[in-house]
């Protein structure tokens, strides 16, 4: 079973910037897309980006469009999410996760393992 470790997450001024690392076990990593997910304090689980199995083809929010950059390291087993420009309503729990499908799906029903979370706080 996959395992899913983030890191990265801290406290940050608005405008300012942090990159969050999901590294993963497992010896198929490379064969699935990974997505970034985030949950703020009393809202649902919201999608924030996606990439590709190969990681060609790439996803985002609209709120995140311009500010996120999603890669992948497959010799390394981990993806990123380079976030610049962060805002206040970017705080959130953020989780990675690993889709049972090769290409870029928003939904986060297609996702089957998940991480513990990281904290992610923006403050003004």
């Known amino acids: 079973q996959v395992q899913l470790v983030e890191s990265g997450g801290g406290l940050v001024q608005a405008g300012g910037s942090l990159r969050l690392s999901c590294a993963a076990s497992g010896r198929t990593f490379s064969a699935y897309a990974m997505g970034w997910f985030r949950q703020a304090p009393g809202k649902g689980r919201e999608f924030v980006a996606a990439i590709s199995s190969s990681g060609a083809i790439t996803n985002y929010v609209d709120s995140a469009k311009g500010r996120f950059t999603i890669s992948r390291d497959n010799a390394k087993n981990t993806v990123y999410l380079q976030m610049i420009s962060l805002k206040p309503e970017d705080t959130a729990v953020y989780y990675c996760?690993?889709?049972?499908?090769?290409?870029?799906?928003?939904?986060?029903?297609?996702?089957?393992?998940w991480g513990q979370g990281t904290q992610v706080t923006v403050s003004s």
């Open positions: 996760a690993r889709s049972t499908r090769s290409i870029v799906i928003t939904n986060p029903s297609v996702y089957n393992a």
